[in-house]
């Protein structure tokens, strides 16, 4: 595991930990200086999480820096912003408004972690340039010319064609399409084993990287496959995710007004 994926499950479990305490100590209240404040922030924090989409839009702040650092700054204040404001309530909801404004903050914030990974399926890494459907299948004509020169390549290539077929059949059934998309790193990690089974004659020094060829170039397979669904999901996801926030946006508004009222 990479050091920043450990850090984020240790992150994880603290936080996890620190709610549970949260919850059951009775420390604070929403309503309490501590409390407000940290609402406060977080609040503030997803206010000014909203100049990225203007960043992107309005004229004269097209040249406000690039837009890697505008998107990785939108993405912290997304994660630290829901965060403050689920800590602020110390976990419990005293009124109907309240229960609103959080419940459209968290469907928000789940909405955002979604975009994220399908943003990554259709991108060169997280803040790359768009990749293209033509680049993908260049990538996979190199790894079939690497492969095709291996041993028992007819063998090989056969189950290869088989897992092929697979991906790019057209289900006639959306339920059958979406199994099919779940289902297929399972039935592409299974074609990969067969393939160095078939391929274990070789001595042990050459069947280690023959068998990540191997797994590159049926990923690459699904990669091409599932990249027009994840850009219809993403397409979708965008026009979806914007009446969120603005969903967002009026609940914060009316209890922030019905808390100073009452």
Known sequence: MHLRGLLIWIL???????????????????????????GLVGSLM???????????RVKFMKNWGA???????????????????VFHCAFRLSSI????????????????????FVYRHIHQGLYGRRTTLKEVRAEVTELHEKIAALP????????????????????????ATAWKFVA??????SAAKRCVKT??????????????????YLGEIERVSKFHTYERIFSLWHVLHIPLVYLL??????????????
């Not at 063998?155 to 088989?162: D, L, Q, T, W």
């Not at 391929?199 to 590159?216: F, K, M, N, R, T």
């Open 199 to 216: 391929l274990s004659v070789l001595d042990e020094a050459g069947a280690a990287p023959v068998g990540a060829l191997i797994a590159d």
């Open 97 to 116: 408004n309240a229960a609103v404004a959080l419940f459209s903050m968290l469907l928000v914030a789940s909405s955002g972690i979604i975009g994220r």
């Open 249 to 262: 946006v009026a609940t914060a508004i009316f209890h922030v007004i019905a808390v100073h009222m009452y």
């Open 152 to 175: 028992q390549s007819l063998v090989v290539m056969r189950e290869i064609h088989a897992f092929e077929s697979y991906a790019f059949k057209k289900e006639k059934l959306a339920l």
């Open 67 to 85: 837009t890697k650092g505008w998107f990785r700054f939108h993405m912290i204040l997304g994660i630290l912003g829901p965060i403050l404001v």
């Open 12 to 38: 994880s479990i603290g936080l996890i930990v620190l709610a549970w305490i949260v919850k059951h100590g009775h420390y604070y209240t929403a309503s309490s200086d501590f409390g407000y404040y940290m």
């Open 184 to 189: 297929m790193p399972f039935v592409r990690h």
């Open 46 to 56: 997803m206010l000014v999480m909203l100049t990225y989409p203007l960043r992107k």
